[in-house]
C-alpha cells in the first residue's frame, strides 16, 4: 500500500445517506481473482445506464467535480462484509472517505486497504458539504499526524479519530503482514531470548 500522510486534494460530493456495499460495487462484479479493475464499476447501477450510456446527472459523471476524497452522507458502507468495496473505491482513486457514520466492518476493511475513513459529526459534515457547493474546485487537507481535515478555502479545521495502530500503518503503508515483516528482527530477538531459558 501507498503510505499516506498528508493530502491535499478537491473532493466529490455524495450526499447520500444508508449507501450500502452493493450500491458501492454491485455483486455481480465480484467475480475478479485481483483487486486491480473494481474502480471501473464503482456506483455501477447510479453512474451508468442499462445501455451502459453515463448517467448525467451522477457526481461522478460530472467534470465539476475530482480528487482524492469522498464526501459522503451519514452511515456510509451499510450492508454486507465486502471488501471489494473498499477496493473499488481504491482503484477508482480516493483515499479518503469522509462522512458522520460508517459501517463498522467497511471501516476496517478500508483501513486494512489503505483509505483512510474520516468520521466527523454531520454539523461538520454539513460544513464541508456547503463548502463544496460555493466553490466545486475548494480544496481540503488531510493531515493524517495532527488528525486534522481542513477546508483549506476556509481554514476551518476538524479533528477525528484513528486508532494509534491503524494509523501508524497508513502512515507507512504496511497492512497486517507488512507490518509483522517490519517487526522481524524483534521477533528473532525474543524467540533467541526464549531458548536461552
Known amino acids: 500500500m501507498r503510505p499516506?500522510?498528508?493530502?491535499?486534494?478537491?473532493?466529490?460530493?455524495?450526499?447520500?445517506?444508508?449507501?450500502?456495499?452493493?450500491?458501492?460495487?454491485?455483486?455481480?462484479?465480484?467475480?475478479?481473482?485481483?483487486?486491480e479493475g473494481f474502480g471501473d464499476n464503482l456506483f455501477r447501477d447510479w453512474r451508468y445506464n442499462n445501455?451502459?450510456?453515463?448517467?448525467?446527472?451522477?457526481?461522478?459523471?460530472?467534470d465539476l467535480y475530482s480528487g482524492e476524497i469522498l464526501i459522503a452522507g451519514n452511515n456510509f458502507g451499510c450492508g454486507s462484509s465486502r471488501e471489494h468495496a473498499a477496493w473499488a473505491l481504491g482503484d477508482y482513486g480516493f483515499r479518503v472517505v469522509v462522512s458522520s457514520f460508517f459501517?463498522?466492518?467497511?471501516?476496517?476493511?478500508?483501513?486494512?486497504?489503505?483509505?483512510?475513513?474520516?468520521?466527523?459529526?454531520?454539523?461538520?459534515?454539513?460544513?464541508?458539504?456547503?463548502?463544496?457547493?460555493?466553490?466545486?474546485?475548494?480544496?481540503?487537507?488531510v493531515d493524517l499526524k495532527?488528525?486534522?481535515?481542513?477546508?483549506?478555502?476556509?481554514?476551518?479545521?476538524f479533528s477525528f479519530e484513528i486508532g494509534s495502530y491503524k494509523k501508524m500503518c497508513l502512515q507507512n503503508g504496511y497492512d497486517d503482514i507488512d507490518y509483522l515483516i517490519s517487526q522481524k528482527d524483534k521477533i528473532e530477538a525474543f524467540e533467541n531470548l526464549q531458548i536461552m531459558y
Open 4 to 35: 499516506l500522510n498528508n493530502i491535499k486534494s478537491t473532493a466529490v460530493p455524495l450526499p447520500i445517506e444508508d449507501v450500502d456495499t452493493d450500491q458501492i460495487i454491485p455483486a455481480r462484479f465480484l467475480k475478479a481473482l485481483t483487486r
Open 51 to 62: 445501455d451502459n450510456t453515463p448517467v448525467d446527472n451522477f457526481v461522478l459523471n460530472n
Open 146 to 157: 495532527e488528525q486534522s481535515f481542513t477546508v483549506m478555502d476556509t481554514e476551518e479545521a
Open 103 to 141: 459501517a463498522d466492518i467497511f471501516k476496517g476493511n478500508a483501513l486494512n486497504n489503505g483509505i483512510l475513513p474520516i468520521q466527523l459529526t454531520a454539523d461538520e459534515l454539513d460544513s464541508i458539504f456547503k463548502a463544496i457547493e460555493k466553490n466545486p474546485k475548494c480544496k481540503f487537507e
